[in-house]
T-cell receptor, first 114, second 112 residues
Framework: EDQVTQSPEALRLQEGESSSLNCSYTVSGLRGLFWYRQDPGKGPEFLFTLYSAGEEKEKERLKATLTKKESFLHITAPKPEDSATYLCAVQPVGGGTSYGKLTFGQGTILTVHP | DGGITQSPKYLFRKEGQNVTLSCEQNLNHDAMYWYRQDPGQGLRLIYYSQIVNDFQKGDIAEGYSVSREKKESFPLTVTSAQKNPTAFYLC???????????FGPGTRLTVL
């Protein structure tokens, strides 16, 4: 069974204080790892897809990296508007009824104080 | 403007009632999904559809039903058989079932 564990559950940062969020996963074969941002009471917003170990993707103050067992979301010099819940999900390779299925972690709640 | 719409935003249900949540997309995506989100838990897949007139159960399909008669529409019915339906329901779509999924704004269902 695919599993995704995110840590920490909650993270409080001061504005400008860089840090990283972790996503550890267990999957029989990884097709893709996805990062989303979710604001309170809203649907998740797609950020990145990573496909292979060593891959990195960046968007503004966010950089996502991938190894064979985990992914990190690095936040550089965060601002209060970066406060949100960040979700990680994995998608397995394979066909049949499991094809395309995402398994989500429980999320990391990030709060950035001014 | 392309996107996914869900309605209503808030829904209140009395025990024993069936309710239907709407999901529409104008992205021309083939695949559509329904998830349930509870506090402190990850999103859990209820049903998904890879093409019109076809759908599969996800991890927590009991007490729910769906239809996919049109490419752009994927309504979810929460039946009286669902024992704990109070949750935030999210609809998503993707170009195909192996691409990134894009989410709608969600419907918050509360059982009175």
């Amino acid at each position: 069974e695919d599993q995704v564990t995110q840590s920490p559950e909650a993270l409080r940062l001061q504005e400008g204080e860089s840090s990283s969020l972790n996503c550890s996963y267990t999957v029989s074969g990884l097709r893709g790892l996805f990062w989303y941002r979710q604001d309170p009471g809203k649907g998740p917003e797609f950020l990145f897809t990573l496909y292979s170990a060593g891959e990195e993707k960046e968007k503004e103050r966010l950089k996502a990296t991938l190894t064979k067992k985990e992914s990190f979301l690095h936040i550089t010099a965060p601002k209060p508007e970066d406060s949100a819940t960040y979700l990680c999900a994995v998608q397995p390779v394979g066909g049949g009824t499991s094809y395309g299925k995402l398994t989500f972690g429980q999320g990391t709640i990030l709060t950035v104080h001014p | 403007d392309g996107g996914i719409t869900q309605s209503p935003k808030y829904l209140f249900r009395k025990e024993g009632q069936n309710v239907t949540l709407s999901c529409e997309q104008n992205l021309n995506h083939d695949a559509m999904y329904w998830y349930r989100q509870d506090p402190g838990q990850g999103l859990r897949l209820i049903y998904y559809s890879q093409i019109v007139n076809d759908f599969q159960k996800g991890d927590i399909a009991e007490g729910y039903s769906v239809s996919r008669e049109k490419k752009e529409s994927f309504p979810l019915t929460v039946t009286s058989a669902q024992k704990n339906p109070t949750a935030f329901y999210l609809c998503a779509s993707s170009i195909a079932d192996y691409n990134e999924q894009f989410f709608g704004p969600g419907t918050r269902l509360t059982v009175l």
